[in-house]
Structure formats: structure tokens, C-alpha cells
């Protein structure tokens, strides 16, 4: 019974990794760019719903409705001061000035707000501890549950922007081709910044469920970095619903491990990645080829 | 090395004055900095140390980066590694200075199958994935009871040597260290393995059309900046007696190592170690501000990858045509001593080769 307890909490785990990590998966997608500050850009955010909490007694997911829109701001200068350029100066660049903007977003953060870890928990009531008890003394936490649901809610919302609407046949004809959307007058660099503005809405949606869940601290971006890059990669780079796969896969191993051994929380998730990354470059190759072969025969 | 072309029309020259002026020079300091124990004071011989320390960081990050394409926020598992495997094989009963260099290679041993993979990954995957292999390798560490976790240990077999000593001893390791590698990586640069990392890290589906072993040639690199930033570790460890998982698998060291070759000159061969320098300099000015000087650092490196991603020694190179340490050629168009566009500056082997003449491209 332990076991089904850690696979459902680590599936709820994993709900937060996909939300982490559904805005890095959508950059990627579309530009072909991996942030490096989106760890630390989740973490500005989840201090500046500190901010608005603390000052003024507003609960966070309220406090998202005003943060929501200055990250999306914040996304579209970065996109228009940094990560276009970058983009132009080659496929290296990008990774080495976001490395560079996570390195000054983290240190202006301590900067600030000093060493102290903080967390949005008091300010959501007993939301942070609420939860329904299943038989078998399985514990579903009210919390976790809402934030695998916003997960899904917003890989839903991020796939019918992508599939219905103007701006997302847009994205998508930007996405595949740039050069040749501008000749059917599509303004790329336009879509590309709205892009990133749109990823940063979410990332200021996981930065929100971060703090409520947990601490975090200043430094705490890069790890929250790891841990959506992990899951894009183990559900596939650019696929928002292979990201909510990835996201479940990398928390049932933590939670797994977590089991197995005390320091197991963390490596069986590297572990996890790395056998997955592995399985993908030497299996896909095998898999595709039982595939032909099959054809072959069927034809 | 003048060769004239078969058109006549120009030449093609590698070594020229400047260079030739500037490896002798080289070469002298690097004699004279062996004297250094002998002469200088003992702050100031602890300080050079470090020094040499950055610039091999510096030197294997750009081998890695600015030679072969491929960008690394994980080096510092490599760091990290080669210092736990010296204090490991100091508690085995290896002898310290010995330990330092048995940990590399050891640590170099583990990168090739390190690299059989992670070579496979492209652009960002592969810098965040050898920043997943660091997490790993620091948590795998934390494991060993030797270590005692976050708490750490220390070389204790470097008591063995009186202060004075060990101080004379790390600074000859860490120079001849820094030395060896730099001429070595000069070497190899000039040969066959610099002009296929260059033409991958250009254009990896072209080199691969035109016969260049892809793989081979990226993990020979892989595996020396490996090498390269064990023995880092490992002296580091041997300056600072003291090993903390935490200090040494933290990716602080690939944010000092971005900024040298960056602010020095990515892909070129004098870049690195300008930038180790500037970046010493930097941090014993303003390092103890802290936070403020890590906020610099950040914003350096970010301003110089927007707006001058050839660093200091690109531009310089750029502008004057000039290189001093010959990994490149020069073309000489009409006769070598009236150039009417001046020299034109060729660092890609690949862009060269069509100009070069069959002999002369297979020696360097």
C-alpha cells in the first residue's frame, strides 16, 4: 500500500513539473530556445506574489492576476532585449545570455531580499494542508490536486491557443518556418516576443504554486530549472502533452526513490533522465527499424 | 611555411613575426614563472596559483565551447570529481601530488563513457544535460561516508609537507599543469583534430560529408576539457586542503568559466587566457562585494555574448589581423610584401582549405 501512496503522490508531484515546465517546453517548441533564467524567472515571480502578499493581504492565486501581466511584459522585453538578438548570433548564444540573465536574476534576488527562505504557504489558509483521506490511508492533498489541475487546464489552454486561434496558426507557421511566414506577412518577430510573453504567464503560474507548495530561496531557480528541463526532455522536447507525461514520469521516480533511500528524491530523478535519454538515442533508432521491418512485411 | 598558391595570386603564411616574437616571449615567461617560488612572496605565489587554475578552466572550456560547438554548464562535475578523486586515492594511501594527477586521469577515464552519450545531445540539451550529470555526480559523492555529506573532508595526506613546501609544490603542479595543456591543446588545435572540431563546431552535417569523423574528434575534446578541469579540481582541492561537495559541484565554476572565455575571446586561442587574467583581476578587486560582483560578472557575460560575442581577443584579432599564437593562416593576396586588402584573417580550417594547398593541409 506504501508503494500506490508514493506512485499517486509522485504523480501529483508531477503536475507540478509539467506546470514548471509547460512555458520551457513551449519556448522550445516555437523558437527552438532553452531559457536558462526560467527557473529563476519562476522564482521572481513567486517574490513578487510575496511582495503583494505580504504588503497588502492578498491571498496568491489572487495576487496572480496582477503579476500574471508583468511577467508577460517582463517576457516580451526579454524577448525583444535579449533573446532575439541572441537567436540571431547563433544557436550558442541564447544558452550563454540566459546563463548570464539567471546569474544576475539570482543575485539581485539575494540582493534584495537577502538569504531568508520564504514561502506563500501562510498566506492561502489551510489550503497548503487540506486534504481527502482514500481508503487505504491514502492522503490526496487539496493543494497538489489544484495544481496538477491547472497543469492540465493550461497544457488544454496552451494546445487550443496553439490548434484554434489566429495568433496560434501564427505561432505555429513562425515555429516551422520563419522566413516563410514573413513572406505571407506574418510579423515573426512579433509572434516570437508574444511567445515568450505567453510562456512567461506561466512560468508566474508555477512560480505561484511553487511558493505555496514549498520554500524557495534566491538560489532556488536553477534546481526548479533542472527539474522542468528533465521533464521536457524525458516526455519529449517541444510536445506540451509529452511535457504533462514527462512531468508524471520524473515525480513518480522521485517519490519512488525518495522511498527507496533517503537521498534517493533526487537521483533516481537524474537517474530517470539519463536512462530515458539513453533509451531514446539507442532504442528510437531500434524501434523505428521493427517498425519498417514490419511494413515491409505487411506490404 | 610560405607556400605560393598554385595561382600565384596570393600566399599563405602561418607563422609570422608578431607570432614568432610572441611564442619565444611566452615561452620565456613561462620559465621565469617557474622561478616564482624562489622569489616571490608567499600571498603573491598563492594568488598565481589560482590564476593558473583559472586559466585552465579557461582553456578547457573554450577547447570545448569555441573549438567544437559544444556549450557546458556542467564542467563542474569534472571539478568536482577530480578533487574527490584525490582525496579518495589520498586516502587510500597514493601520496598527494601523485593523487592529483591519478584523479584526473581517472576522472578522464569515466568522461569517455560520459561522452559516448552526452555527445549525442545538441545545443541546449547538451548543456543543461552535463548539468544534470554534475547534480548527479555531487549526490553520488554525497553517498561516499568518506565525504561525510555536505560537511566535506580534507586532503590530510598534504600534512605530510610543511606550509612552505606544499605552497611551492601546488604552484609548480598547477603551472606545469596550465602549461602543458595550453601547448598541448596549441598542438592540437594546429593539427588535424583543430581543423575538424572547427569545421563540426561551423557546420557539423557539412564536415560529416566531407569525411571528418564527427564523434571521434568531439570526444577527444570532450575527454582532455575533462582531463583539463579534474586536474583544476584536484589542485584546487590541493590549495584549499578543505573538500566541500557543495563548493566544488557548484555551477558557479561554469558561470567563471563562461565569463573568461567570453570576455577573453571565444574560440581563439589567446582569448581564455586573457580572460583569466581579467577575470583574477576582477575578482580581487571587486570580489569581496559579493553579491554585487556576481551581479557583474552576470551582466558582463550576458552583455558580451549580445554585443561583442568575439571578446576582447576576437575583436582585437579582427581589427588588427593580428595572431600570436599561429592556429590559423594567413592569406597574403598579391606578393608577401605589397598587400592591397591587407591580410585577410582565415580562422575557420574549413573556409581555408580550399585555399590551401593539399600538402600543407595535412600538416596542420
Known sequence: MIWANQLIQGVLLGGYYALLACGLSFMFGVMRIINLAHGSLAVVAAYLLYVVAERWEIHPLIGLVAVVPVMALFGWVLHRLVLERSARAGELVPILSTFGLAIVLDNSLFDRFGADTRSLAPYIDTLGYDSWTLPGDIILGKLPLLTLAVAVALLVGLHLLLARTALGRRIRAAAQDPDTAQLVGINARAVYAASTAIAMMTVAVAGAFMAMRATFDPYTGPQQLIFAFEAVVIGGAGSLWGTLVGGIVLGVAQSVGAQIHPQGFLIAGHVVFLVVLLARLYFAHGIRHVFRALRTRLA | ?364
Open chain 2, 1 to 364: 611555411m610560405t607556400t605560393p598558391s598554385e595561382t600565384g595570386s596570393f600566399t599563405v603564411q602561418r607563422w609570422t613575426g608578431a607570432s614568432i616574437a610572441a611564442v619565444c616571449l611566452l615561452l620565456g615567461a613561462q620559465l621565469l614563472l617557474a622561478l616564482g617560488p624562489l622569489l616571490l612572496s608567499a600571498n603573491l605565489v598563492d594568488r598565481l596559483t589560482t590564476l593558473f587554475i583559472y586559466g585552465i578552466l579557461a582553456l578547457m572550456w573554450n577547447a570545448l565551447a569555441g573549438y567544437a560547438g559544444l556549450v557546458s554548464v556542467g564542467q563542474q562535475a569534472f571539478f568536482g570529481l577530480g578533487a574527490y578523486a584525490a582525496v579518495r586515492l589520498a586516502d587510500a594511501g597514493v601520496s598527494a601530488y601523485p593523487a592529483l594527477l591519478l584523479g584526473a586521469v581517472l576522472v578522464a577515464l569515466v568522461s569517455a563513457p560520459i561522452s559516448a552519450f552526452m555527445l549525442r545531445l545538441r545545443g541546449g540539451e547538451f548543456a543543461i544535460g552535463m548539468w544534470v550529470v554534475a547534480e548527479l555526480a555531487h549526490l553520488l559523492v554525497n553517498l561516499d561516508t568518506l565525504v561525510q555529506g555536505e560537511t566535506g573532508t580534507s586532503l590530510i595526506a598534504l600534512q605530510r609537507y610543511t606550509a612552505d613546501d606544499r605552497r611551492a609544490y601546488t604552484y609548480w603542479a598547477a603551472l606545469v599543469t596550465m602549461a602543458v595543456l595550453a601547448w598541448l591543446l596549441f598542438f592540437m588545435l594546429r593539427g588535424k583534430v583543430g581543423a575538424a572540431a572547427q569545421a563540426i563546431r561551423d557546420n557539423e552535417e557539412a564536415a560529416a560529408s566531407i569525411g571528418i569523423r564527427v564523434l571521434p574528434s568531439k570526444r577527444l575534446i570532450f575527454v582532455l576539457s575533462a582531463f583539463g578541469c579534474a586536474a583544476a579540481g584536484a589542485l584546487w582541492v590541493a590549495t584549499s586542503i578543505t573538500f566541500q561537495p557543495k563548493t566544488y559541484f557548484s555551477v558557479q565554476w561554469s558561470a567563471y568559466m563562461i565569463f573568461m572565455v567570453l570576455v577573453g575571446g571565444i574560440g581563439t586561442y589567446e582569448g581564455p587566457i586573457l580572460g583569466a587574467v581579467l577575470f583574477f583581476t576582477i575578482e580581487a578587486l571587486f570580489g569581496a562585494t559579493g553579491v554585487t560582483y556576481l551581479i557583474g560578472l552576470g551582466a558582463t557575460a550576458m552583455l558580451f555574448a549580445l554585443l561583442l560575442p568575439r571578446g576582447i581577443w576576437g575583436e582585437v584579432e579582427h581589427r588588427l589581423g593580428l595572431q600570436l599564437l599561429p592556429i590559423g593562416y594567413l592569406l597574403k593576396f598579391g606578393t608577401a610584401d605589397r598587400e592591397p586588402s591587407g591580410p585577410q584573417r582565415k580562422r575557420s580550417a574549413a573556409a581555408t582549405t580550399p585555399a590551401t594547398p593539399p600538402t600543407d593541409r595535412a600538416s596542420g
